[in-house]
């Protein structure tokens, strides 16, 4: 039997990054992956997948030039699924040579199976073949991520009803689509489909969505989403859903009916945890499949055994899992791990994107804070005018007391990239005299942060009055 200092289960952000931060520090790492490649659901139907399928459609559908040439712009009239997937592949067959060579280069051992608790410091790995190998380490990550929640009750059938795995192997765009969750999948989907011209309802049994968004920005999102026609069906529920030739039928709880070609169920995931044998090493999930940690340490409560990633629940994003599995592969093998700074960017790579980091001001109002807010639009903006964007908002709200930048909320175009300004400014500790004081390149998009932070300063007053 082989014996290593640290055995990752899964090879996606969470665990990749712990196996390279063991191998960097001297350590014998062992990754075990079920997949037929290495990657993870963040490289093989999650994220890199949805975000070059964006890509693609924004590019192919002409989306970024419209605001110049009119709705009925497009640079490929007709679009198909092969059109969309041509880029996906190539995307991702250089993610995955890229993370080979990584371990190669960091002498990551890597072996293709299924991983289950023998004991707590042993496990055993089913190959394809039926061939079982059994490993033993001092110390285990487990990063096996989720997968999708599947519910009895829907029919799938992965062509017209299907989960978000699923949706990447689809044979044709479909005309119209019901997207089943207004959660982030929910809603990336259900955007990028709109943008291919497909006629997209969204239903949620929730009345509200993107409830940990400051509200401003969602409620200038669910315009512009409404503004393009999509339907959102808010507080609804699809109580049935059934395949009629080729069609798929739903009954709402309000009695409405929807035929649909496509329905899209994305109402959240499951931890992987149910073939692992937790029994065998004294663990067990939650009743979604999730392992609890301790949150600054991500060991387990079997000391030795650590948990990273989604499959420990919030916030479940491949930049979290990353930090995690690496701070969790520090602690396995006796280094010293720092916590990560308190405010992290949360981007939601919807058509338009929305990026956020710190406080909405929701939660500074029931923090009883003093603040201010700042707000530009886009078009306010030089380089919003050269790029025809008509949309596009970002809003700070700083503090009266301290001047500090508390929250960056962003939705628009290039939110994601644009919002880690704001977090550095939060966790160096700055004020809105940063964004008054420093001169920004012109004409750019980052201007907006001078307006906003203008914007607020005004209201506020100079610092010498305050202080
Ligand atoms: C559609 C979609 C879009 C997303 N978009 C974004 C985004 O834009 N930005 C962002 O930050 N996050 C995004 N996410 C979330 C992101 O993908 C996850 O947070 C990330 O993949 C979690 O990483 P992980 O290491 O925990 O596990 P995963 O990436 O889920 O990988 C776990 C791996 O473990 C393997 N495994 C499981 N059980 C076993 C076993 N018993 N034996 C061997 N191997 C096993 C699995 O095969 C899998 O390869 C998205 C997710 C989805 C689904
Ligand atoms: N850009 C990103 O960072 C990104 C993108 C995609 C996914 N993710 C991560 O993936 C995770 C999973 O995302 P998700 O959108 O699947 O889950 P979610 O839990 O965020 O949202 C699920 C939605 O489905 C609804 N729902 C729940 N049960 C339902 C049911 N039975 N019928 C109908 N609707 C139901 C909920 O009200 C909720 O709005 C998230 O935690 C997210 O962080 C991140």
């Given at each position: 039997m082989d014996q290593f200092d640290l055995l990752v289960v899964g090879s996606g952000p969470a665990g990749r990054r712990g196996a390279i931060q063991a191998a960097k520090l001297g350590k014998k790492v062992l990754v075990i992956e079920q997949g037929k490649r290495v990657g993870g659901v963040s490289v093989h139907t999650g994220t890199i997948p949805s975000k070059t399928l964006r890509e693609t459609a924004l590019n192919l559908s002409g989306w970024r030039e419209r605001g110049f040439y009119g709705r009925a712009y497009r640079v490929k009239q007709e679009i198909s699924a092969d059109d969309l997937r041509r880029r996906l592949l190539i995307t991702l067959d250089h993610e995955v040579e890229v993370l080979e060579h990584q371990f190669a280069r960091n002498r990551v051992q890597h072996i293709r199976g299924k991983a289950s608790f023998v004991?707590?410091?042993?496990?055993?790995?089913?190959?394809?073949?039926?061939?079982?190998?059994?490993?033993?380490?001092?110390?285990?990550?487990?990063?096996?991520?989720?997968?999708?929640?599947?519910?009895?009750?829907?029919?799938?059938?992965?062509?017209?009803?299907?989960?978000?795995?699923?949706?990447?192997?689809?044979?044709?765009?479909?005309?119209?689509?019901?997207?089943?969750?207004?959660?982030?999948?929910?809603?990336?989907?259900?955007?990028?489909?709109?943008?291919?011209?497909?006629?997209?309802?969204?239903?949620?049994?929730?009345?509200?969505?993107?409830d940990f968004i400051d509200k401003e920005i969602v409620e200038d999102f669910i315009y512009q989403l409404r503004d393009r026609n999509m339907k959102l069906l808010l507080g609804q529920k699809a109580e049935k859903v059934e395949r009629q030739n080729g069609k798929v039928e739903l009954t709402l709880d309000n009695g409405r009916r929807i035929t649909t070609d496509m329905v899209l169920f994305a109402a959240g995931r499951m931890g992987a945890t149910d073939t692992l044998n937790l029994a065998a090493a004294g663990l067990e999930a939650d009743n979604r499949g999730r392992l609890s940690v301790n949150p600054e340490t991500f060991a387990t409560k079997v000391p030795h055994i650590f948990a990273a990633g989604d499959v420990v629940g919030f916030p479940s994003l491949a930049s979290t899992s990353m930090e995690q599995g690496r701070i969790a592969a520090r602690v396995a093998v006796g280094a010293i791990a720092k916590e990560p700074p308190k405010y992290f960017p949360y981007g939601i790579y919807a058509v338009p994107e929305i990026s956020t980091c710190g406080l909405s001001e929701e939660e500074v109002k029931e923090r009883h804070i003093p603040y201010e807010c700042g707000i530009a639009r886009f078009r306010e903006t030089s380089r919003g005018h050269i790029m025809g964007l008509d949309t596009g908002l970002l809003k700070m709200i700083f503090s009266l007391k301290t001047r500090r930048l508390l929250g960056v909320h962003i939705v628009g175009e290039g939110a994601t990239e644009l919002v880690h300004i704001g977090q550095a400014v939060l966790n160096l500790k700055g004020t809105v005299e940063y964004f008054v004081e420093n001169t920004f390149n012109y004409p750019t998009l980052a201007e907006a942060y001078k307006i906003a932070g203008l914007d607020a300063w005004n209201r506020m007053g100079d610092i010498k009055s305050e202080l």
């Open positions: 004991d707590p410091q042993t496990m055993q790995v089913v190959k394809d073949d039926g061939e079982v190998v059994t490993v033993s380490a001092a110390s285990i990550l487990l990063a096996v991520g989720t997968k999708p929640f599947r519910p009895d009750y829907m029919p799938f059938d992965s062509k017209t009803v299907l989960d978000s795995d699923e949706l990447l192997d689809i044979e044709q765009l479909p005309r119209s689509m019901v997207v089943i969750g207004a959660g982030v999948i929910g809603i990336e989907y259900a955007t990028i489909f709109s943008a291919l011209d497909t006629q997209v309802t969204l239903i949620d049994p929730k009345s509200t969505m993107l």
